[in-house]
């Protein structure tokens, strides 16, 4: 029953930098992944990173080389630090938690959200 929290939105000018937290309940080392959403005012959810238990890591084409995602195993935090923000970046970003062995184990888990405002 994993509950993830984040913080660190905010507002920031276009080509600022802020570093988002999701901080979880249980050991993130017994996760499979966690991962990084936005969801745009009137638009889709969609994936910007994600990063699995060996540290492996994935980025929506659109962050390459501008978001950095990276964990911090003691303290049960992922983070995602976005440097050149864009203002169509302006979103609600999401903390996800996927995983399970078998398909009674697995679990996919959200958190509430923190809003990320990028200023023109």
């Known amino acids: 029953q994993v509950q993830l929290v984040e913080s660190g939105g905010g507002l920031v000018q276009a080509g600022g930098s802020l570093r988002l937290s999701c901080t979880a309940s249980v050991k993130i080392s017994g996760i499979a992944t966690v991962g990084w959403y936005r969801q745009p005012p009137g638009k889709q959810r969609e994936l910007v990173a994600s990063i699995g238990r060996v540290g492996n890591t994935n980025y929506a084409d659109s962050v390459k080389g501008r978001f950095t995602i990276s964990r911090d195993n003691a303290k049960n935090t992922v983070y995602l630090q976005m440097d050149s923000l864009k203002p169509e970046e302006t979103a609600v970003y999401y903390c996800?938690?996927?995983?399970?062995?078998?398909?009674?184990?697995?679990?996919?888990?959200w958190g509430q959200g923190t809003q990320v405002t990028v200023s023109s």
């Open positions: 996800n938690a996927r995983g399970g062995a078998s398909v009674f184990s697995m679990y996919d888990y």
